[in-house]
């Protein structure tokens, strides 16, 4: 298979390992994606849809979209932020919140230094990972400091001496902990996102990524939606759709036999806690069921 652009296949970069990998890859399977995998892995053939996978550094995604190798990428909001801040051009562009692997950039400092301030950061040297995002935020803090530059194992560099403090990606905060370190101040917060360049280009590619991107956008909005089906009088309607969590216009149908009584089923945007269900039972609903969403097209 070709690795030559082919302006009738899109082409999508994910990371090839690391925490975005396997939400990466589960997203577009529910998007109804299948790879062929290919024997060095990093570039899969898309089987039905014309869409190929690439798997990259996730650091190298903003940069293989802006050179056109690829139509879309999915990466932590941290990468291109730290592109963004490193290249002036906003050709890359974030076109979809994938509300997963949150974290956010922070600084740390040692656990027993006092840090009440970004002032008290002036003077400090910095390890980060990024540069672009800490010296953006550094200025807008108005702190003069230096910034030590790492690839990786930022959290060891106060203990190893080459940095006063970090400036660091944290999601459970355990990495910190085990560092003694603690954290001081949000630089960032972040998710994963789906980038691209901001214009779709002009062929079928431009029609590819809209589909996958209103398929990304159903997988991602039924996540935590639940359909919730119910029997009631319809004179108890009007209370029942009030108890209904986050839900959208119910469809309500009568019930064969059973006079008076209706059938009501409702998408509900956001979890159907127990209580949610008990609440609706004293109203007089029966027959209630909770059921997870797979696929929604508004
Ligand atoms: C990130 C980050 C921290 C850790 C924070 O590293 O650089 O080391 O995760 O997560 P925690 O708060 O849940 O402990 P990652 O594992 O992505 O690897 P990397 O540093 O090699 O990029
Ligand atoms: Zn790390």
């Known amino acids: 298979m070709s690795a ?18 396997e939400v990466s890859q589960d997203l577009l399977a529910r998007c109804g994606l299948r790879f062929r ?22 650091d190298d995604i903003p940069g293989l979209i802006t050179q056109g190798v690829c139509d879309l990428g999915i990466v932590g909001r941290n990468v291109l ?4 801040a490193n290249h002036a051009s906003q050709a890359v562009v974030e076109l979809l919140a994938l509300d997963a692997s949150r974290c956010r ?8 230094m006092p840090c009440e301030s970004p002032q008290c950061l002036a003077g400090k040297r910095i390890a980060s990972s990024y540069p672009g995002l800490l010296a953006a935020w550094l200025a807008e803090q108005g702190v003069v400091a230096s910034i030590v530059v790492l690839s990786g194992s930022v959290e060891i560099a106060p203990r190893l001496g080459s940095a006063d403090v970090i400036c660091d990606l944290v999601s459970s905060g355990a990495t910190l902990v085990a560092n003694h370190l603690r954290e001081a101040f949000t ?4 998710e994963a996102v789906v980038v691209g360049p901001a214009q779709a280009p002009p ?6 990524r809209d589909l996958l991107l209103r398929r990304i956008d159903g997988v991602v909005r039924v996540r935590e939606s639940r359909l919730v089906m119910l029997h009631a009088c319809r ?8 108890l209904l969590p986050n839900a959208q216009i119910p469809t309500v149908t009568e019930v064969a036999g059973d006079n ?14 127990w209580q949610h269900l008990e609440d609706l039972q004293r109203a007089g609903a029966s027959q209630l069921l909770v059921l997870p969403l797979e696929k929604l097209l508004a």
């Open 81 to 84: 932020a730290e592109h963004a």
């Open 105 to 112: 950039l922070a600084i740390a400092v040692p656990q027993e």
């Open 203 to 208: 062929d079928e590619r431009g029609i590819l």
């Open 4 to 21: 030559v652009a082919d302006n009738a296949r899109l082409r999508i970069a994910v990371q090839k390992s690391g925490r975005l990998a």
């Open 260 to 273: 008076g009584r209706v059938a009501l089923q409702a998408i509900c945007a956001g979890p159907v806690t």
């Open 235 to 242: 004179e108890q309607l009007a209370r029942i759709n009030a």
């Open 187 to 190: 630089v960032l917060r972040s």
């Open 37 to 58: 995998q290919s024997r060095d892995k990093l570039f899969c053939y898309g089987e039905g849809l014309a869409v190929d996978l690439l798997l990259v550094r996730d």
